[in-house]
């Protein structure tokens, strides 16, 4: 609301009155300029936007020039004849009253003090609200006059100027409202609140003169049903409320934001869709999360999957959940910073107790096998649990969780707390957290903020990782082959065009993860149900995996990323600790994958079309076959990737002449 008080001596301009013009809805566009979102800030009225004197349209302007001051265009502010008549009741000492033009009633909603005292104005008021009205007629042209009046008088109830009333009472444009619509909101200026017996004589008074209706039943009928109806004000648009309400918690109040309408329906459409498909497996809703890397900018804020949701108020974005396997690119992200390991460092993926405080912590994997001895690249991409915790053990607890909160994670517990379960994902995140976090990595190791609006870009960054840390987790997510002992060659993953992805699923499938990120984006999908119950055999391939694979081939159908670009430095890598460190190489051939004896399951979290068993050997001869259950496979001068069946089997490596070079069993449940 207007409130500035000013001197009887200095009229403001017309344009300070619209400068200080406040809508009660604040309208926030996308980064297209596109209207997204109302808010409502000022709730003791309705305004919209300020509408101009071109926008009003011409029979609203006469009518309310006939209805209030039929002189308006030809008086400097005061209605002389009307002024006299006024005087000369005040003379006679009977209540002063009418007199006043378009004009004077301006000013006394400029200035407060111009304003009747209950229901009432004295004649020294009188006058100094003829003073003002002249000087305002002789700052501002009748145009500027007229439109300020109509945007700023209340028309009913918290109605305030003629684009509310005309949303309010007709769900309308002004551009837009017809003749009876005109009469009554003419007839409404001058008792607002009048009941509607009396606006509806007074619209049919205004009817007769100014339309000619002969009749007052069509008019009054109008007004009746339109005052008796329901005035629900429906704030619109409203496409992004979660995102704007998080906005404005941060502090940022820019109408541009940095959303972009188009892909944000696109998304929405995606996961409503793919929800709904797992609605049987116990999965009720989603959330979607896009920045862009350089810049800092969320494109695309989905909260939940809307009207179907169960919350659809609920910001699913912020919720905090358990974390998964998305967080073992950090444990082995610090264990490259430390120098105690790096990608072709073998580790043990082998039974392992730890003595806890509780007592020992003995992890498993997805699948509760064992595959031997394994590369970290191997067990990064392929998402194995006991080495990642191998890894954490040799880590300062307290220094890793000083890293989690330095790449965003906020409110973590003390190092116990956690213990070496935390490389499991035992911490409670939320996906804005977890997208942002690897963000770091996309932009080689340099943390920032994410910004709202699309006017300014991001220029303060952290560095949190090395060029060669954030590469080499880079080259790892993004290595299919390795990937593909879990995931196969090819699946969601797997896209046209270079990206990094992890999965993560939760304890007892109550949480479903899907991050990754190209060179442009990252983009972050969480799927489950907002009640915390386990899902059905969902997991990252069928749950947010798909998701995410839509998204970012919405966002590069018409990008093609760089290649991704390794920075290393020229350092002498250090040797990993020595319960790390890689076995001394044999010269006798051998089996590494599967170890013998090794039994293995077939993995609800990856489809079983795409389930491999890597066979592999300490060396390789052209020379050599692979041979299982006694059937040729392929020539072993490479490993190979085993489409998995269920049984027993015996792997031999044999060569020309039939001679067993080495061999081992397995099982397959």
Request: some cysteine; overall charge neutral; aromatic content about 10%.
């Amino acid at each position: 609301m207007f409130t500035a008080t000013f001197a009887l001596t200095a009229s403001p301009s017309y344009e300070e009155v619209k400068k200080n013009y406040r809508p009660s809805d604040l309208i926030f566009l996308d980064r297209e300029g596109i209207p997204i979102q109302s808010k409502r800030i000022h709730f003791e009225y309705r305004a919209e936007d300020w509408v101009e004197y071109e926008n009003i349209p011409t029979n609203l302007i006469e009518m309310v020039v006939w209805s209030e001051d039929k002189k308006f265009f030809e008086h400097s502010g005061v209605d002389t004849l009307s002024f006299l008549s006024s005087l000369w009741n005040a003379v006679k000492g009977e209540k002063i009253r009418g007199a006043s033009t378009i004009t004077m009633q301006l000013v006394a909603i400029l200035n407060p003090e111009l304003a009747p005292k209950q229901f009432k104005r004295n004649f020294a008021q009188k006058l100094k609200q003829i003073q003002a009205a002249t000087e305002l007629e002789n700052q501002w042209n009748k145009e500027q006059i007229i439109s300020a009046y109509l945007n700023l008088i209340y028309f009913r109830g918290e109605l305030k100027g003629i684009g509310a009333a005309s949303k309010g009472l007709f769900k309308k444009k002004v551009e837009n409202l017809s003749d009876f619509e005109v009469v009554l909101l003419a007839s409404l200026i001058r008792a607002p609140e009048a009941n509607v017996e009396r606006v509806a004589e007074r619209s049919c008074l205004l009817a007769k003169e100014k339309l000619k209706e002969e009749s007052c039943e069509p008019i009054k009928q109008f007004v009746k049903e339109t005052l008796f109806a329901n005035l629900q004000y429906k704030s619109s648009p409203n496409q992004a409320k979660l995102f704007i309400d998080r906005m404005l918690s941060q502090g940022d109040i820019s109408r541009q934001t940095s959303l972009s309408l188009s892909i944000q329906k696109q998304v929405l459409s995606i996961l409503k869709s793919h929800v709904l498909e797992l609605k049987e497996q116990m999965v009720n809703d989603g959330a979607v999360l896009v920045m862009h890397n350089q810049t800092s900018q969320i494109v695309v804020y989905v909260a939940n999957i809307g009207e179907v949701s169960s919350v659809p108020f609920v910001d699913l974005i912020q919720a905090k959940r358990q974390a998964g396997s998305t967080l073992k690119p950090f444990v082995y992200a610090q264990g490259f910073e430390e120098k105690k390991i790096q990608p072709d460092t073998i580790l043990l993926d082998s039974p392992i107790d730890i003595p806890v405080f509780q007592g020992t912590y003995r992890p498993l994997n997805y699948d509760k096998s064992f595959k031997g001895k394994v590369s970290v690249r191997q067990s990064l991409a392929s998402s194995l649990n006991i080495p990642a915790v191998r890894v954490l053990s040799y880590l300062d607890m307290g220094r890793f969780i000083e890293t989690l909160s330095n790449v965003g994670f906020r409110n973590l517990a003390y190092p116990e707390y956690y213990g070496p379960s935390l490389a499991l994902g035992s911490a409670d995140i939320s996906l804005w957290e977890l997208t942002n976090a690897y963000r770091v990595f996309a932009n080689k190791g340099m943390f920032s903020n994410p910004i709202y609006n699309a006017v300014e870009n991001q220029t303060e960054y952290k560095r949190v990782f090395s060029k060669e840390t954030s590469g080499q987790i880079t080259d790892i997510l993004s290595d299919r082959e390795a990937r593909s002992t879990s995931f196969g060659l090819e699946n969601f993953l797997s896209t046209r065009y270079p990206s990094a992805v992890k999965t993560g699923t939760s304890q007892d499938m109550r949480d479903n993860w899907c991050v990754g990120y190209t060179s442009e984006y990252t983009v972050g999908v969480w799927v489950g149900n907002t009640e915390g119950k386990p899902m059905r055999n969902v997991t990252g391939i069928s749950g947010a995996g798909p998701v995410w694979r839509e998204v970012m081939d919405i966002l590069h159908a018409n990008i093609s990323p760089n290649e991704w670009k390794r920075e290393v430095d020229n350092a002498p890598k250090e040797d990993p600790p020595p319960k790390l460190a890689a076995p001394s190489l044999v010269l006798v051939p051998k089996i590494e994958s599967p170890t013998r004896g090794a039994i293995y399951a077939f993995d609800p979290d990856i489809p079983k079309s795409q389930q491999r068993i890597l066979f592999r050997m300490n060396r390789y001869s052209s020379d050599w076959f692979w041979v299982l259950n006694g059937k040729k496979l392929e020539v072993a001068k490479d490993s190979f990737l085993w489409a998995v069946e269920r049984g027993d089997f015996i792997l031999e490596v044999l060569d020309q002449n039939g001679r067993i070079i080495d061999k081992v069993t397995f099982e397959v449940r």
